[in-house]
C-alpha cells in the first residue's frame, strides 16, 4: 500500500484485517474507542496527537467521557490511503485495547 494513494476497495479489505475494531463508515476508516473514565480517553488522545502530528496526518474525532470516535481519511487524495492504516495501526496500539 502505498502511503499517498487512494486505495482500491480490495485494497482497503486487505488492510482492515491489520487493524482490529475497525471498519469502513462513510467512506473513511471508523473506530469507538472505550476507555475507563475520561482521563483514560483524553490521555489516549494527547498520545495520539502527538503520533497524528509526526505523521502530519490528523484524525477527526469526537471524544465524550469515556469514548473516543475516530474517522481517517486522506484529503489530499479524496478517499483512504496508507497513512490512514498507518495511523488506525498506531492508535490500536496506544489504546491498549486493540
Do not use: Y
Amino acid at each position: 500500500m502505498s502511503p499517498v494513494e487512494k486505495l482500491t476497495e480490495e485494497q482497503i479489505a486487505s488492510g482492515l484485517e491489520g487493524v482490529p475494531g475497525w471498519a469502513v463508515k462513510e467512506g473513511k476508516l471508523h473506530r469507538v474507542f472505550q476507555f475507563s473514565d475520561f482521563n483514560e480517553a483524553f490521555g489516549f488522545m494527547t498520545r495520539a496527537a502527538l503520533v497524528a502530528e509526526s505523521m502530519n496526518h490528523h484524525p477527526e474525532w469526537f471524544n465524550v467521557w469515556n469514548r473516543v470516535v475516530v474517522d481517517l481519511s486522506t484529503h489530499d487524495v479524496g478517499g483512504i490511503s496508507g497513512k490512514d492504516f498507518e495511523l488506525a495501526g498506531k492508535m490500536n496500539e496506544l489504546s491498549g485495547n486493540g
